[in-house]
């Protein structure tokens, strides 16, 4: 079965450092690309940032230059550094893959507080 | 403010069909593939409809969708009590070189 199981959420003050981590397994990781989508409370869906299967890297505009996503295809391991850390940044954040037919798989999402 | 313009919220009675609209623009829905996703009440969102028009294994063919444009449309047909959730669009947006989503329609099964 395919799962994608994220990791590392928790509360942080602001302008705090915090690293989400997501455990892949059941599919061929490498081939996939991936990406974090977050939604705060009672919020629609947001789109923070993707790693492609090449390795190359794209960011929204609210987080470029603050978080880093990177991924180690030998452990299906997927992360995303963030720091400075805003009240804003708040949300569940989702890990999930896509090829070629959309977001696939998804995780169940790891909560980031943002509070002091 | 999303990129991608939903309603915010539609209902219906089961065995109704409704359809739940998307728009974008030439960067976004006009040129990329449009995805649906649904996610029930307190779970992740799961992919409902891919590459415009089709469905994942295991998505009821009481689900459809469509693409003219700038817009794309969902189509829920035979509605029942289970569809009741929040749909999103998304599609890959050129200019801001990243995902774009529309801000969810919450169905509602009266």
């Known amino acids: 079965d395919v799962q994608l199981v994220e990791s590392g959420g928790g509360l942080v003050q602001p302008g705090g450092s915090l690293r989400l981590s997501c455990a892949a397994s059941?599919?061929?990781?490498?081939?996939?690309?991936l990406y974090w989508v977050r939604q705060a409370a009672g919020k629609g869906l947001e789109w923070v940032s993707t790693i492609d299967a090449g390795g190359a890297t794209y960011y929204s505009n609210s987080v470029k230059g603050r978080f880093t996503i990177s991924r180690e295809n030998a452990k299906s391991s997927l992360s995303l550094q963030m720091s400075t850390l805003r009240a804003g940044d708040t949300a569940m954040y989702y890990c999930a893959s896509a090829q070629t037919k959309g977001l696939e798989y998804w995780g169940q999402g790891a909560l980031v507080i943002v509070s002091s | 403010q999303s990129v991608l313009t939903q309603a915010p919220s539609t209902s219906g009675t089961p065995g109704q069909r409704v359809t739940i609209s998307c728009s974008g623009n030439s960067s976004n829905v006009g040129r990329h593939n449009v995805d649906w996703y649904q996610q029930l009440s307190g779970t992740a969102p799961k992919l409902l409809m891919h590459g415009n028009n089709e469905r994942p294994s295991g998505v009821p063919d009481r689900f459809s969708a469509s693409k003219s444009g700038t817009s794309a449309s969902l189509a829920i047909s035979g509605l029942q009590s289970e569809d009741e959730a929040d749909y999103y669009c998304a599609a890959w947006d050129d200019n801001l070189n990243g995902l774009v989503f529309g801000g969810g329609t919450k169905l509602t099964v009266l």
């Open positions: 059941g599919f061929n990781f490498n081939t996939y690309d």
